[in-house]
């Protein structure tokens, strides 16, 4: 093939669109198989844990009628949750005595 050879009309190459004459996507690019992302996607933890540990999980799970992966992942959604609030608590403390050394009052229950 030399430059300026012309293909005929029914060539597979002459009726493949050049790159620069398609129209842009709509979205950038991303690689395949990948979330386009969002606080909603999830990603994958590998975690190794002891065989013992694993089967008590297993069993936990199965008692509730989960997979072991969703009993581990809401187990974490809880203790991140906890967190959370935990650290909430402390700055609204923080906030409330701003250092005068004063107790804030336990809530009535």
């Known amino acids: 093939m030399t430059a300026g050879t012309v293909f005929p009309p029914s060539s597979p190459i002459a009726s493949t669109p050049h790159p620069a004459t398609l129209p842009a996507a709509s979205e950038p690019s991303r690689p395949i198989g990948h979330p386009s992302g969002g606080a909603s996607t999830s990603r994958v933890l590998a975690v190794r844990v002891d065989g013992a540990l694993f089967e008590r999980l297993h069993r936990h799970a199965a ?47």
């Open 63 to 109: 008692r509730r009628g989960m997979t072991i992966q969703d009993y581990v992942a809401g187990m974490l959604v809880r203790e991140d949750f906890d967190e959370r609030l935990l650290t909430s608590v402390e700055s609204v403390e923080r906030l409330v005595i701003g250092g005068t050394g004063a107790e804030v009052p336990p809530l009535a229950g």
